[in-house]
């Protein structure tokens, strides 16, 4: 049987205390399953926006998508984290990456480090919380990398594919978007790496685009002007973009676990309305 699907929202802005938690209990009627915040500068700082969403709701799981691991001292951060574990009541996954983003880590005053060395930290950091009583919450880990899917698949309770890769050269955090085809392979590649595990992980894609439209070209129109070598199908094919009729964009999602076994899917906070709909077909 095919895993159940699970739907969270990246909550992006910041807010007033008021508006905060309106946002997050409005995402709880949609039905989303998870209220989820990044961890870039200028948006949210990640454990007390938790907190706050944890006041506001009732239902929903509520993480860290993801936590730069270089912003971290692991030991510290597993103070962190079973802190905001108790005051969440025991709704804590926690979710954590190397980062990609050159200039923050410049802005903040720390190092970026080359990719093996932001893997080793990464590595370091998730043995220091396993090691931590408090710190015994769902793990989610996000990368596309052999080293990263090798750590996911030791250690990850959700194994969280991004469906885009830094474009070279950049510093400012750049993203491009994966075809369905390389994705095919790092998924295979890390269901080889995960064969052994007692109990499978969730699988997460995090989705860049949604829309609800008869008119995809209009719709796409910013993606394609920015990936001019993109057909117009070509960017309807890509796994991050859910652009269609209802009926279509529902038979997407249902397509992205047939095919991926993607059964946890979120999206952006400026589709938390535009999403809710195809939600609320899938939950019913």
């Known amino acids: 049987m095919p895993r159940p699907f699970r739907f969270g929202v990246n909550l992006l802005t910041p807010a007033s205390a008021d508006e905060w938690r309106a946002k997050c209990r409005r995402a709880e009627e949609f039905g989303y ?27 929903p799981r509520l993480g860290t998508f993801v936590l730069n691991a270089g912003f971290w001292n692991p030991v510290l951060l597993a103070r962190e984290v ?4 108790a005051l969440t009541g025991g709704r804590l996954e926690l979710g954590l990456g190397t980062g990609y983003v050159q200039a923050e ?9 080359s990719p093996r060395e932001r893997v080793d930290h990464l590595r370091r950091t998730v043995e220091e919380l396993l090691k931590s009583d408090g710190c015994r919450v769902p793990l989610l880990i996000g990368g596309n990398g052999d080293r990263m899917l090798r750590l996911t698949a030791e250690h990850a309770d959700i194994a969280a ?25 790092r998924v295979a590649r890390y269901a080889e790496l995960a064969a052994g595990r007692a109990e499978p992980a969730e699988r997460n894609l ?8 008869d008119d995809p070209q209009s719709a796409l129109g910013p993606l394609l002007e920015r990936r001019p070598e993109l057909t117009l199908a070509q960017a309807l094919a890509l796994p991050t973009v859910l652009v269609g009729t209802l009926a279509e964009v529902v038979g997407r999602v249902r397509g992205l676990r047939e095919r991926y076994g993607f059964s946890y899917l979120t999206v952006l906070e400026p589709y938390l309305e535009v999403f809710a709909p195809v ?4 939950s019913a």
């Open 33 to 59: 399953d998870v209220l989820l915040v990044p961890d870039h500068l200028g948006m949210p700082a990640p454990f007390p926006a938790l907190v706050a969403a944890a006041g506001a709701t009732e239902r």
């Open 82 to 85: 079973a802190t905001t574990a």
């Open 279 to 282: 939600l609320a077909e899938l």
């Open 206 to 213: 995090l989705i860049q685009i949604v829309a609800i439209t």
């Open 105 to 113: 880590h410049e802005r903040a005053g720390l190092p970026f480090g």
């Open 161 to 185: 594919f991004s469906g885009a890769r830094l474009t070279p050269g950049s510093t400012e955090g750049r993203l491009e978007p994966v075809p369905a085809e390389e994705l095919d392979e």
